[in-house]
């Protein structure tokens, strides 16, 4: 509340459509995460509009009927945003913004607003403006009265607000200038990367606002940037990390989210040669949120994709101080145990049993099971280096505690 008190939010309202392949519980879900990407970026939302369509609306997204009453909410209440779900076609942001006068987003852009908010190293920056202008090349056309009319705010960061005059071959000749860039730096982190002996390197992955840097807050006992807003950490932070009398590199890297716009998968895959480079992923969950098991499969398509799935993982259950569950009952028979139902110890007899040793269950902001952990991490670091220096293995005994 403090904070809504300091900061000026923005008044938004957020769109989304019931298709055959999003019912309305998964659109939910999707709508609760596009409030708090909007919240993140500095908005407040204040309403959402849905509709039940077999494909989006070619020119309006959504339809005549639904864009009229959008209409007539926003000029009531005076709102300057609205957001929609889906990637929108350059198109359908030119005709929406022509029907409600008012500063349109979609899913793609608000990430990457909050990633040009979060970027601070120079490196960062790069492949932010990178992926804003691959964005930005299509949408070229009709865009600039636009931003004109415009002063500022969510979606308005980065190259398109000074930018007006940018045609289409200076927005080419800028990405290929980005793109030489991040090799040249890339190449140096390269090298960084080749300078740091031969420890046993270990990355955090998961999606965003799992607690990954409180986590190595807690372990490498540092001071990363913490925060409980999407995208907290975009740049790669690597700590010297010692458990027991063990020495091992761990790498705090950016969370990743579901419809993750392609334009920054590519520019960040150079960020993601820490997990590509890892002998050891840690794949943290926010087993608290509802649907952390989309977030799971989410993470291990982006894995997939960076051909990272066959290292070896430890799933680390994080905030189990703050899951709940719903009961049921004694008297109720007629609401059918599902999945929302189970305690902590019967998600352990699911398919997490199959994950045997390799599923912990932990609370970093209260540092809960944090001993079991360290034993576990400590366990499989030792194992990979004493595979890779065999004439070690009398100097790190199976554990030792801190």
């Known amino acids: 509340m403090l904070e809504k008190e300091k900061i000026k939010y923005e008044k938004a309202i957020l769109i989304g459509i019931v298709t055959k392949n999003q019912d309305e519980e998964k659109l939910t879900e999707f709508l609760d995460e596009l409030e708090f990407l909007t919240y993140t970026a500095g908005g407040e939302v204040v309403k959402r509009f849905t509709q039940k369509m077999e494909v989006p609306n070619s020119k309006t997204f959504i339809g005549s009927g639904?864009?009229?009453?959008?209409?007539?909410?926003?000029?009531?209440?005076?709102?300057?945003?609205?957001?929609?779900?889906d990637e929108l076609t350059p198109a359908q942001q030119r005709n929406i913004e022509r029907i409600l006068k008012a500063k349109i987003i979609d899913r793609t852009n608000l990430i990457l607003d909050i990633f040009a908010q979060r970027a601070q190293t120079s490196y960062a920056r790069t492949q932010v403006e990178l992926a804003q202008y691959q964005y930005l090349l299509p949408r070229l056309t009709g865009l600039w009265t636009h931003l004109e009319r415009q002063r500022g705010g969510i979606g308005m960061r980065g190259p398109g607000e000074t930018e007006i005059e940018t045609d289409r071959r200076i927005v080419r000749d800028r990405i290929s200038l980005l793109k030489k860039k991040l090799l040249t730096i890339d190449k140096q982190m390269a090298t960084q990367r080749g300078n740091r002996g031969k420890l046993v390197r270990v990355a955090l992955v998961g999606y965003t606002n799992v607690g990954k840097s409180t986590l190595m807050n807690v372990i490498a006992k540092s001071n990363v940037f913490a925060e409980n807003k999407l995208f907290a950490t975009l740049d790669t932070t690597?700590?010297?990390?010692?458990?027991?009398?063990?020495?091992?590199?761990?790498?705090?890297?950016?969370?990743?989210?579901?419809?993750?716009?392609?334009?920054?998968?590519?520019?960040?895959?150079?960020?993601?040669?820490?997990?590509?480079?890892?002998?050891?992923?840690?794949?943290?969950?926010?087993?608290?949120?509802?649907?952390?098991?989309?977030?799971?499969?989410?993470?291990?398509?982006?894995?997939?994709?960076?051909?990272?799935?066959?290292?070896?993982?430890?799933?680390?259950?994080?905030?189990?101080?703050?899951?709940?569950?719903?009961?049921i009952d004694e008297d109720d028979l007629t609401t059918e145990k599902t999945e929302v139902h189970y305690t902590l110890d019967e998600w352990k007899q699911t398919w997490m049993s199959r994950i045997g040793d390799n599923a912990l269950f932990i609370s970093a902001i209260n540092k809960e099971n944090m001993d079991s952990f360290r034993k576990r991490v400590y366990k499989e670091v030792r194992d990979i280096h004493v595979t890779r220096f065999p004439y070690n293995n009398f100097l790190y005994p199976e554990f030792v505690e801190e």
């Open 66 to 85: 639904k864009m009229e009453e959008v209409l007539a909410y926003v000029e009531q209440h005076d709102i300057g945003t609205v957001v929609f779900d």
């Open 238 to 327: 690597v700590r010297k990390v010692v458990i027991g009398n063990l020495p091992f590199l761990l790498s705090d890297t950016v969370g990743f989210i579901r419809k993750l716009p392609t334009q920054l998968v590519e520019s960040f895959k150079s960020t993601l040669d820490e997990v590509r480079e890892a002998d050891l992923l840690l794949h943290i969950v926010d087993i608290s949120h509802g649907q952390f098991e989309d977030h799971i499969a989410s993470v291990n398509k982006i894995l997939g994709e960076i051909e990272s799935m066959d290292k070896p993982t430890i799933m680390v259950f994080n905030k189990i101080d703050a899951y709940e569950h719903k009961t």
